[in-house]
């Protein structure tokens, strides 16, 4: 069974930084070869996808943390991290990292098969 655990979410004022990490284990998943992201959905509000990275290490960023944000993952420790410089209070959320059954990332970003429980982000002005 997989699963997803994510970690480093908290309370940062604006302009400030904060990196997440997701640990993933299961025998289903080949974390090096399969497309993991992260998504994050604030209150009241739709799941944004945030960045995704493909099986074959390409990244693509929602225009919104575009140069503020950057994707990572240690494949030898089947960790995905999300490294948030520059957080504006319209980044609070939940964040949540997610796994994708296959190697190319979803066009939606946020069509993901395998979910962590989220950690929550807060930017306060």
């Known amino acids: 069974q997989v699963q997803l655990v994510e970690s480093g979410g908290g309370s940062v004022q604006t302009g400030g930084s904060l990196k997440v990490s997701c640990v993933v284990s299961?025998?289903?998943?080949?974390?090096?070869?399969?497309?993991m992201g992260w998504v994050r959905q604030a209150p009241g509000q739709e799941r944004e996808g945030v960045a995704q990275?493909?099986?074959?290490?390409?990244?693509k960023y929602a225009g919104s943390v575009n140069g503020r944000f950057t994707i990572s993952k240690d494949n030898a420790k089947r960790t995905l991290y999300l490294q948030m410089n520059s957080l504006k209070p319209e980044d609070t959320a939940m964040y949540y990292c997610?796994?994708?059954?296959?190697?190319?990332?979803?066009?939606?970003?946020?069509?993901?098969?395998?979910w962590g429980q989220g950690t929550q982000v807060t930017v306060s002005s």
């Open positions: 299961g025998d289903r998943l080949r974390f090096s070869w399969y497309c």
């Open positions: 990275i493909d099986g074959d290490g390409s990244i």
């Open positions: 997610a796994a994708y059954g296959g190697r190319l990332c979803p066009a939606s970003g946020i069509d993901f098969g395998y």
